[in-house]
């Protein structure tokens, strides 16, 4: 794995605009990517993770918009980038898989007319050489008989198999980014476990990037190389899966670690968080989590902390746990 980054993102904020004022969504978001990485987004519903997706895709719409931040792409930014370039971007060089299959494919066409679709669009490749680079696609994301379900319709397949023809379509052009919003919270536990295997397995051979966003600290585990957790818009602890795993720093972090059924004894309650997450209109000046966090201050309520910088790790904390390594993980 190269050491150079390939996706760079400085200082990423989103808001929404709203009769009240300019609601932030996402807050000065920082993200180093290398080739072949995987980086695991986690956080609750509400935390910001898909709106920083969409923003790096550049597909937030109004009343949504990007204030500011730098989101460079081998060092191009593509916040700069005309309307036409990044169309001709997306689909090519950086690619999006969605939590719901069918926002990519289309129920009245065939799933080759799709992907040709796909590929005329960035490339200009015979027909023949087309339709042959869709049935590796299929192959390679474990598709059975791809030249026959080429002729198939989205209806005709499970949602597993609607969700391996989704990434598919983004590995056609073979695209050294993928973004992907939560693409198996609704599979069942076996599929999930192959779909993951088969990502591994493409950023592994392709030195495809991929961000996936996700609430399952369990995915992340399994997948990533590193995690980024967010809450209430903001990173608030980065760091190599093992490490921020092993030994979280921040107070939200461990929480969501001790809520894991997992870290719970046969016949106990489940751990939870206190309260919950801020929406967009309750964000306050300090520190978002300190309303729910045992450890605040109330510098914890006035400030905003400011991002620590560790070897491998980064948190926002005034009051971070030690850093003290489990013996082996739970």
């Not at 995915?219 to 490490?243: F, K, N, P, S, T």
């Amino acid at each position: 794995m190269s050491d150079a980054p390939l996706l760079d993102v400085r200082g990423l904020s989103t808001v929404f605009h709203t009769e009240e004022g300019a609601w932030p969504a996402v807050s000065e978001v920082d993200i180093r990517l290398a080739p072949g990485e995987i980086l695991g987004l986690v956080g609750e519903s509400g935390s910001g993770k898909s709106v920083t997706g969409f923003s790096l895709f550049g597909m937030i719409d109004p009343p949504g918009e990007v204030i500011a931040g730098e989101v460079l792409l081998q060092g191009q930014d593509l916040r700069r980038m005309a309307p036409e370039a990044l169309r001709q971007l997306r689909g090519n060089r950086i690619a999006m898989i969605f939590q719901d299959p069918l926002m990519t494919l289309n129920p009245v066409l065939r799933i080759e007319e799709q992907m040709l679709e796909a590929i005329e669009q960035h490339q200009k490749l015979g027909r023949p050489q087309a339709r042959q680079r869709c049935v590796e696609a299929l192959e390679m994301v474990g598709i059975p008989a791809p030249e026959k379900r080429l002729r198939s319709y989205p209806h005709e397949f499970s949602g597993g198999m609607r969700q391996r023809v989704a990434i598919a379509i983004a590995m056609l052009n073979r695209p050294e980014l993928i973004i992907c919003d939560e693409p198996t919270t609704a599979l069942d536990v076996t599929i999930q476990g192959q779909i993951l295997y088969r990502m591994q397995r493409i950023c592994a051979d392709q030195g495809t990037a991929l961000i996936w966003i996700t609430h399952d600290l369990g995915v992340i585990a399994e997948l990533a190389d590193r995690v980024a957790v967010m809450y209430a818009g903001r990173i608030v602890e980065q760091g190599a899966v093992a490490d921020v795993l092993d030994a979280p720093r921040h107070p939200y972090t461990q929480g969501l670690l001790s809520s894991l059924p997992s870290r719970t004894q046969p016949g106990e309650r489940l751990a939870q968080i206190n309260g919950m997450a801020p929406s967009l209109s309750a964000r306050v000046p300090g520190c978002a989590f300190a309303p729910r966090c045992a450890r605040a201050s109330q510098r914890c309520v006035t400030e905003q902390p400011a991002p620590t910088q560790v070897p491998g790790r980064m948190f926002r904390c005034f009051h971070p746990l030690q850093e003290t390594r489990r013996d082996a993980r739970e």
